[in-house]
């Protein structure tokens, strides 16, 4: 069984005027279909050392010689120049100014160029010159400087935010605190107010009721309040009481109220004798179960004047004065509220 041919051996693809330092000289060599010897038989992968099969060897030669001839290419053609704008070009640094590199532009010898490169070690790099002033000459060192400031300042801007907020707290907390103190500062000034008015009100009301009560007098002496008015009982006709009776001895002097004239006098049935005394308002004020009157109908009255004694008669179970006071429309109002509002104790 026939075995696959190893394939020749390609010429190197090198040409003697690209490397040429052992003085030998190679020739170019292109695969084409004619120098390629074809192979017949079946294929079978032999065990050899290196690169087995010859499509490999001839594809690595293939790639060898394009890569050599681009490479000699390069070198055979003349270098290129730039051109910048003269805006840029202006702003560039000078070539000879730079690290270790000023030496390579002027051809210093090499000695210069050392002690060049050594005055500006490359961990120099990215140092300002505030940090070299400030006797930095590590990269490393610089950085981690620069990494603690700008923490220290954002420490110290963070601090600032929290101090900010702490006093922004107490203010708001002092203003609320002083708003607390003046609305309780006010409310203690209204009451106090509140309590003046009042203490001047009674004040007055008490003036008044002094003023008025020299010019009123209580009906009779010597008494105490037997009925109210509006009590319930059988005994009334109307069912409930519709004065104030003062049970005092028989004889007791009844006297006025208050000035005015007397509508009438005489006896009215269950109310025994009675005298009524009109004020200048129209308010009339009856004087009912008396014993005896001492005034008659027409006749003008003062403040506390004698106008009858106090009795029995009518519908009665004991001596007492029975007072009933009507307003100027003919409704009868409680008497004790009426008095009591003139300044009289009763």
């Avoid at 020739?27 to 279909?33: C, F, G, I, K």
């Avoid at 053609?77 to 730079?98: E, F, G, Q, T």
């Avoid at 002094?210 to 109307?238: D, E, H, N, R």
Wanted: net charge negative.
């Amino acid at each position: 069984m026939a075995s696959n041919q190893p394939a020749p051996e390609a010429p190197s693809p090198f040409r003697s005027d690209s490397f040429g330092d052992e003085g030998r000289t190679w020739e170019e060599w292109n695969p084409t279909e004619e120098s390629i010897r074809p192979v017949r038989g079946r294929h079978r992968v032999a065990k050899q050392r290196g690169l087995a099969r010859s499509s490999t060897v001839l594809g690595v030669g293939v790639i060898a010689a394009v890569g050599a001839g681009g490479m000699a290419t390069a070198q055979s053609k003349p270098p290129v120049s730039i051109s910048l704008p003269d805006s840029i070009a202006d702003n560039l640094p000078d070539a000879k100014s730079l690290p270790g590199v000023g030496a390579f532009m002027s051809g210093d010898s090499d000695s210069d160029h050392e002690t060049v490169a050594a005055s500006s070690p490359l961990t120099t790099a990215g140092i300002t010159a505030a940090e070299a002033e400030g006797g930095a000459t590590d990269a490393g060192e610089a950085l981690r400087a620069r990494i603690l400031q700008q923490a220290e300042q954002q420490q110290a801007g963070a601090d600032a935010e929290a101090k900010a907020a702490q006093e922004k707290a107490a203010a708001e907390a002092a203003a609320a605190q002083a708003a607390k103190q003046q609305s309780v500062a006010e409310a203690e000034a209204a009451a106090k107010k509140k309590a003046a008015e009042e203490a001047a009100e009674k004040k007055a009301e008490a003036e008044r009721l002094a003023k008025l009560a020299a010019s009123y007098a209580v009906p009779t002496s010597s008494y105490y309040i037997s009925s109210t008015f509006g009590q319930a009982g059988s005994m009334w006709s109307s069912g409930h009481h519709t004065g104030l009776d003062f049970a005092a001895p028989t004889g007791t002097p009844v006297k006025a109220v208050h000035s005015g004239t007397v509508k009438s006098a005489g006896y009215s049935g269950s109310y025994g004798y009675r005298t009524v005394l009109e004020l200048d308002d129209g308010t009339e004020i009856w004087y009912c179960h008396q014993s005896s009157m001492d005034v008659s109908a027409g006749q003008k009255v003062t403040t506390g004047q004698t106008i009858g004694r106090v009795g029995a008669t009518g519908n009665v179970t004991g001596a007492h004065l029975h007072l009933e006071v009507h307003t100027a429309d003919g409704t009868g109002i409680d008497p004790m509220a009426w008095l009591r509002g003139k300044g009289l104790t009763i």
